[in-house]
């Protein structure tokens, strides 16, 4: 039954369509983090970047070096939505892609993440083989069908992500929506819907309808006698994320991946007129079928396992952070923070405050008081800068306050912790981080 179910033969249409909009999209992403400014502010602006713990050697090239990266990255986009040496333009634009998203956290977004996934899946599937110049340069590659894990890994990946943002979604901060009314508050100022966006009527819409769009949409998106519906709600769903968040191209790839959903004949009218639709449905266990189980295995154990981490860590995600990334919490809080590092020189007992302006830009000072990491990695170099000068010193961060959905103050760091002589715990607590008192919110 499980060979039935991973390896009969279907109509590759809706594969083949992805690929050529999930190219222009990568394209569109790449080239416009330049136009709007992304790259410089992110990348170029800052004297350095917070990456990922434990990838230090990822920081951005010097100079215009990161325009040249993120138009190299843009043009390997194109190859793939035009199917040109395919498996080498998504592998190349893969590991670009990698490096951008851990070599900083100031623009951290669940959205980049997805975006990795689906870049590592794309390089697994066969998406070139039809309607490509790949196809068209070796028409003995060409086929009209593809195997149905294709399809089944990316609905599974679908539903991994909208169940956890939906399970998330259940505390609190989103049910009283004091989340909601901070995050619409922001928006007060936008041409016609600034207004109605104040209307506690509307946030209550907006949390009833973000729940249960997560919950439901991949359910009903595979239900025939529901699938237009839930097709239609997405295309609402997504614009206004679109419209009112500006988060790029992620709503139109979200989109897009509906196609996996719809037949394969209304996929063939639509888009590939040309194109023969197959319909034998034949059961073929390919020689390599032990492998996709294992791997598909592994993948499935990780993309469950990993974003669930938080619920056996100490304190909850929402304060400490610990468990937050890669987890699929979307648009779940608002913090506000307050820090100031003191500086204690062991050598001659100076105790000075460290000014963030010439270290940090504007962007990473937003967020270093809300994010442990950030924080202990900027005591981190603080410490490695003296060390430089022959100087051994202690980093405090003092005044660490943070609020939550603009909820009381509370204290966040201890004061009386040396973070520069503190390891950092991967997987664990960092129990140089206050309780939070208010842990229901």
């Known amino acids: 039954m499980l060979t039935k179910f991973l390896f009969t033969k279907i109509d590759n249409s809706s594969l083949i369509v992805f690929r050529a909009i999930f190219g222009l999209l990568i394209f569109l992403e790449s080239i416009g983090a330049i136009f709007t400014g992304w790259v410089r502010k992110t990348l170029i602006d800052p004297i350095f970047t917070f990456n990922f713990i434990g990838l230090d050697f990822l920081q951005p090239l010097q100079g215009n070096g990161m325009y040249y990266y993120f138009v190299i990255m843009g043009l390997f986009g194109f190859f793939v939505m035009i199917g040109y040496r395919y498996r080498f333009s998504i592998i190349a634009f893969t590991l670009l892609w990698t490096g951008v998203y851990f070599m900083q956290k100031a623009s951290y977004n669940n959205h980049y993440y997805l975006l990795l996934l689906l870049c590592l899946i794309m390089m697994v599937l066969p998406a070139n083989s039809y309607f490509s110049l790949d196809a068209k340069k070796h028409p003995e590659q060409q086929k009209i069908w593809m195997y149905s894990w294709c399809k089944w890994l990316i609905v599974f990946q679908l539903l991994v992500v909208y169940t956890y943002a939906a399970i998330a979604k259940l505390y609190t901060g989103w049910l009283d929506l004091s989340f909601i009314k901070v995050l619409m508050g922001s928006k007060w100022d936008y041409p016609l819907v600034g207004d109605v966006l ?244």
């Open 198 to 441: 104040q209307n506690e009527s509307v946030h209550w819409v907006l949390m009833v309808s973000g729940i249960a769009f997560d919950f439901l949409i991949i359910p009903l998106l595979l239900i025939k006698k529901t699938r237009k519906w839930a097709f239609i709600a997405a295309i609402v769903f997504h614009l206004f994320n679109s419209v009112i968040f500006q988060i790029g191209i992620f709503p139109y790839m979200s989109l897009a991946l509906c196609l996996f959903f719809f037949e394969p004949k209304t996929i063939r009218n639509l888009f590939l007129k040309r194109k023969p639709l197959y319909i034998a449905a034949e059961v073929d266990k390919p020689s390599y079928h032990k492998l996709v189980l294992i791997i598909g295995t592994v993948y499935a154990i990780i993309q469950i396992g990993l974003p669930s981490r938080h619920w056996f860590i100490e304190d909850p995600v929402l304060w400490t952070e610990e468990g937050h990334r890669m987890s699929w919490r979307m648009m779940l809080r608002s913090k506000a923070g307050i820090i100031e590092f003191k500086v204690l020189n062991q050598n001659t007992k100076e105790l000075r405050t460290v000014d963030l302006n010439e270290y940090l830009s504007a962007k990473q000072r937003r967020i270093i008081a809300s994010k442990p990491d950030v924080i202990w990695q900027f005591a981190q170099r603080l410490k490695n800068e003296y060390k430089t000068k022959g100087d051994d010193i202690s980093v405090f961060a003092v005044q660490s306050r943070i609020s939550i959905n603009g909820g009381p103050w509370e204290d966040f760091v201890k004061p009386n912790v040396d973070l520069a002589a503190q390891p950092w715990s991967y997987f664990g607590h960092e129990h140089w981080i206050f309780p939070y008192k208010k842990a229901s919110k």
